[in-house]
């Protein structure tokens, strides 16, 4: 029997939906990856929980922890397993916004008890929020604030159990999902919510969008209510972000595919031009129990198949001007955008890292072809220039594999509508689920969260590429992740080249003495699995986010609930800062203007979280401060 879609996450749903073709048995595997130029044979050899600190190619990073003193400002915090949020002596945290606070004084809030009503859903805090960044605007803190997806069956009537029973239950939905812009101050309560300041504005599944870049216009991307193919509605399960130069918020579009179905015949759902597409994203017919297909034609593919191309990008918005239209911008590929980490190359151009978070999909980069002048026109920066793919070489190097038509045989257009399909036909490199990437302000490098991936070495992905275990991903069913960094050649984030090593690989040195152990900077103190959401400081240390199993049993017996580490880039050290409630995940991470607070996001919690006693847990940002109003970052 199918499991509600409730139940599944956005990984479980596409594999129920979209079975990838089993390719190898288990001892096959392991034969393969121990043979596989003698590199996993050398990461199990070490034992005892010490596995791949890289291949030769940075200087040992355990080595300098051992000898190195600690640049942490605070005494690490053990595991925990309740309801509620703990931070190391000396610090301490206040919730200053949650899932249905109003932003504006005539709204009274989002009646979460009893599911609310439509006409204010678009007046409050959404809901589950995820990334987020902070913008300092003539002497005003502003946030912006993603809202990744809605709990149905909290948001509609208890006995419709998270089913839409009409159109007004979809646009409920719509509205609690987006990104929150608006203004935030610190007083005698601490941070709170400015009401009815000017820059509050909710931006939703409905509020328009202009589509920029080289596939706007494109017939794929043309609707009977948009011919053009220039203008579109809504920007939805928006995940990570980022944050340009030029002071505007980057938004990034994830699991788009769940909330598109069809009403009409299998033969009407996908037709021979949009099957391959449909597949490869997994876009089905029933959709994850949205229903919005149902109530709203723009979801549903049968009569606007369409659609589902203009989902999946990145948008540009602009906290600081109310009315600004938010742009999508194609010049940066579709896919299952996770985050979205801007850097400039030495001579000035813009250039984006970007992870495609599902089971076997690739790192991407882009790379504009103009110059970034402060004070100047921004205008084509994150359309005109060049998408790339990359590809990781077992022995520490890697390359950017340019994505053209020359390179992939496709039309523009289609490879950045189809970039999953671009990257495969380039050979990228398969990764274990690339999440947040974050890059070093004191050092010309990068890392990405690579949070899990139980389908490494069983079967291929989506598009039908291998999944063997391979540099950066060295575990087959590899259910703890790892965080991959890379050092782009000649210090340039532009270059085309670059090398690479393992900063950390999660794993249980209490429970595997194998390669499952992970790497040496793992140890009792301070285990966990699923590093999702990653962002530097101001100091150069590295806070690490999780996403995973908080079981606290089996193979993540000691790991407790969800979490933020902070990590020593330049020593490998990892210390536990701070732990979620029971349930949650720990996601999205940004710094007040100056540096005293630090703005942590709680997702999805259960249990005791703040509105218990039998209320319903909300999702929440919080406010970490030092008990003496230091610096947090």
Do not use: C
């Given at each position: 029997m199918r499991k509600h879609p409730v139940d599944l996450s956005a990984d479980d749903w596409d594999e129920l939906n979209f079975p990838r073709v089993e390719e190898n048995d288990f001892d096959q595997v392991v034969e393969r990856a121990i043979s596989r130029r003698g590199f996993m044979s050398s990461v199990l050899a070490f034992g005892s929980g010490a596995a791949v600190m890289g291949v030769?190619?940075?200087?040992?990073?355990?080595?300098?922890?051992?000898?190195?003193?600690?640049?942490?400002?605070?005494t690490p915090i053990a595991a925990q397993t309740d309801g509620t949020i703990h931070v190391p002596e000396g610090y301490n945290w206040k919730v200053m916004a949650r899932w249905g606070d109003p932003m504006f004084s005539a709204v009274d809030g989002y009646d979460v008890a009893n599911g609310g009503v439509v006409d204010n859903s678009d007046l409050v805090f959404g809901e589950n929020t995820d990334g987020m960044e902070?913008?300092?605007?003539?002497?005003?803190?502003?946030?912006?604030?993603?809202?990744?997806?809605?709990?149905?069956?909290?948001?509609?009537?208890?006995?419709?159990?998270?089913?839409?029973?009409?159109?007004?239950?979809?646009?409920?939905?719509?509205?609690?999902?987006?990104?929150?812009?608006?203004?935030?101050?610190?007083?005698?309560?601490?941070?709170?919510?400015?009401?009815?300041?000017?820059?509050n504005r909710r931006i939703t599944h409905n509020t328009p969008m202009k589509i920029a870049g080289p596939a706007a216009g494109h017939n794929l991307m043309k609707t009977e209510a948009d011919p053009m193919g220039v203008e579109a509605l809504g920007t939805m399960n928006n995940c990570g972000s980022g944050k340009t130069p030029w002071g505007t918020y980057l938004t990034c579009e994830e699991n788009f595919n769940g909330y598109f179905g069809s009403t009409g015949t299998a033969q009407d759902q996908k037709s021979a031009q949009l099957e391959e597409g449909y597949d490869r994203y997994g876009i089905g017919a029933d959709g994850w129990g949205y229903d919005y297909h149902k109530w709203d034609a723009r979801f549903d593919i049968s009569k606007n198949p369409h659609e589902p191309h203009r989902a999946g990008w990145i948008v540009e918005i602009d906290p600081t001007d109310p009315e600004s239209t938010p742009v999508k911008h194609t010049g940066l590929g579709r896919f299952k955008h996770e985050n979205a980490e801007v850097v400039l190359a030495t001579d000035g151009r813009v250039v984006v890292y970007m992870g495609d978070d599902e089971r076997g999909e690739f790192v991407y980069k882009f790379v504009s072809n103009g110059t970034y002048q402060p004070g100047g026109s921004t205008e084509g920066l994150l359309d005109d220039g060049t998408l790339y793919v990359a590809k990781f070489a077992d022995d520490g190097t890697g390359e950017w594999l340019a994505l053209t038509p020359e390179t992939t045989g496709m039309e523009m257009g289609e490879i950045l509508i189809f970039a999953r399909r671009a990257g495969s036909a380039v050979g990228a490199t398969t990764m274990d689920r690339p999440e947040w990437i974050a890059a070093n302000p004191h050092a010309v490098e990068a890392y990405c969260c690579l949070t899990n991936n139980k389908n490494r070495g069983v079967?291929?992905?989506?598009?039908?590429?291998d999944t063997s275990v391979n540099g950066p991903n060295p575990r087959e069913t590899n259910h703890y992740g790892q965080i991959v960094r890379w050092r782009p050649h000649n210090d340039d984030h532009a270059a085309d080249t670059f090398d690479w090593d393992l900063y950390v690989m999660a794993g249980n040195p209490e429970v595997y003495n194998n390669v499952y152990g992970g790497s040496e900077n793992i140890t009792q103190g301070n285990l966990f699995n699923s590093p999702d959401g990653m962002a530097f400081d101001?100091?150069?240390?590295?806070?690490?986010?999780?996403?995973?199993?908080?079981?606290?049993?089996?193979?993540?017996?000691?790991?407790?609930?969800?979490?933020?580490?902070?990590?020593?880039?330049?020593?490998g050290e990892i210390a536990r800062f701070l732990t979620g409630p029971k349930g949650s995940e720990v996601t999205g991470l940004c710094w007040s203007s100056d540096r005293r607070t630090m703005f942590v996001g709680i997702q999805h919690p259960g249990g005791d979280w703040p509105d218990g006693n039998g209320g319903v847990p909300r999702s929440s940002v919080i406010a970490v401060k030092r008990d003496d109003n230091s610096l947090v970052g």
């Open positions: 030769g190619v940075f200087s040992s990073t355990s080595a300098k922890a051992q000898a190195a003193v600690s640049r942490f400002p605070f902070t913008f300092s605007f003539n002497g005003r803190q502003l946030i912006a604030i993603n809202h990744e997806y809605t709990n149905r069956d909290i948001n509609l009537p208890a006995d419709q159990e998270g089913t839409p029973k009409n159109a007004d239950d979809v646009l409920k939905l719509q509205n609690l999902q987006g990104v929150t812009v608006m203004e935030i101050a610190e007083g005698n309560n601490g941070w709170e919510i400015v009401k009815d300041s000017s820059f079967k291929p992905n989506a598009g039908g590429d101001s100091s150069g240390l590295l806070w690490i986010q999780t996403d995973g199993d908080d079981s606290n049993e089996d193979d993540f017996v000691g790991m407790g609930n969800n979490q933020m580490l902070v990590g020593d880039p330049v020593t």
